[in-house]
């Protein structure tokens, strides 16, 4: 808990779970969305997600998260690029590519509370990051009842683009 991990640029084949508290996991300059060399991961498994965050007061900012096209993924499943379970949480700066248009519809980031803590996602924030080429949500903040919900989200200054599916959704997320 309370750390501070620094990635350099390059290609990272890893699915990162974040279950501690407090951590400043970014690349080296924090940012995905400037023309510097970037740090990206491409994970080959997105279940639950390529990154889950369940810890509380975490940092994860500057990354590349890129899915494999459909020709490329044997992995029939909705993906999930960031899903955040915890809360307190910030996903700021960075970059997600998506798979196009695929069935089931895959979504970019997701705030959902879940089988963690309370089982709610509470004042998270997810806040400068490129969202391109999903087929689901770019941005998705769901609650599916008072034990699975997400409140108090804050999204503000994401760029969607070339995005056949939905940009942001918010679904039953009181003060969202």
Do not use: M
């Not at 300059?29 to 990206?40: E, G, L, N, Q, Y």
């Not at 995005?163 to 039953?172: C, F, K, L």
């Amino acid at each position: 808990d309370g750390d501070e991990i620094i990635v350099c640029p390059g290609i990272y084949a890893e699915q990162i779970t974040i279950n501690r508290n407090r951590l400043s996991l970014h690349a080296v300059d924090r940012s995905a969305v400037d023309p510097s060399p970037d740090t990206i991961l491409q994970p080959e498994e997105l279940v639950p997600a390529g990154v889950w965050i369940l810890g509380d007061g975490n940092t994860f900012e500057g990354f590349v998260i890129e899915d494999k096209p459909p020709a490329l993924s044997a992995h029939d499943h909705a993906h999930q690029l960031i899903l955040v379970q915890g809360d307190r949480n910030v996903v700021r700066a960075n970059r997600l590519i998506g798979r196009g248009g695929t069935e089931p519809p895959d979504t970019g980031i997701l705030v959902h509370g879940g089988d963690v803590g309370n089982g709610v996602a509470e004042s998270n924030r997810v806040t400068e990051n490129e969202i391109l080429n999903l087929s689901g949500h770019a941005i998705r903040i769901l609650s599916e009842g008072f034990q699975r919900a997400a409140y108090w989200t804050i999204v503000s200054g994401n760029h969607v683009h070339d995005n056949p599916g939905h940009g942001i959704t918010v679904d039953r997320s009181p003060y969202t």
